[in-house]
Nanobody
Framework: QVQLVESGGGLVQAGGSLRLSCAAS????????MRWYRQAPGKQREFVAQ???????NYADSLKGRFTASRDNAKNTLYLQMDSLKPEDTAIYYC?????????WGQGTQVTVSS
């Protein structure tokens, strides 16, 4: 099992930046992949970014260039650096981890971007 705790959300003006963190309860080296998703009000949850155990990153096409996922294995923590934020980035951001065929979710952190 993996417990995930997100943090770093908040209120930011358009054009600003935020960095989200996702702390895992066990070594991120042992986790197959870690992902960020987001869910805006009234919309389905959507994929944001992924980083694999080997360090390969993938992003939603619409977010490339503004969002950057990274991982600190020493701290068992996944990060999401979000730059040039837009009001449409307002959502709850969730961290997910895939390991041995199971997927684990964090509780989410709210990001609100004001215009």
């Amino acid at each position: 099992q993996v417990q995930l705790v997100e943090s770093g959300g908040g209120l930011v003006q358009a054009g600003g930046s935020l960095r989200l963190s996702c702390a895992a309860s066990r070594s991120t080296i042992s986790i197959d992949y870690m992902r960020w998703y987001r869910q805006a009000p009234g919309k389905q949850r959507e994929f944001v970014a992924q980083i694999t155990r080997g360090g390969t990153t993938n992003y939603a096409d619409s977010l490339k260039g503004r969002f950057t996922a990274s991982r600190d294995n020493a701290k068992n923590t996944l990060y999401l650096q979000m730059d040039s934020l837009k009001p449409e980035d307002t959502a709850i951001y969730y961290c997910a981890a895939g390991s041995f065929g199971s997927v684990y979710w964090g509780q989410g952190t709210q990001v609100t971007v004001s215009s």
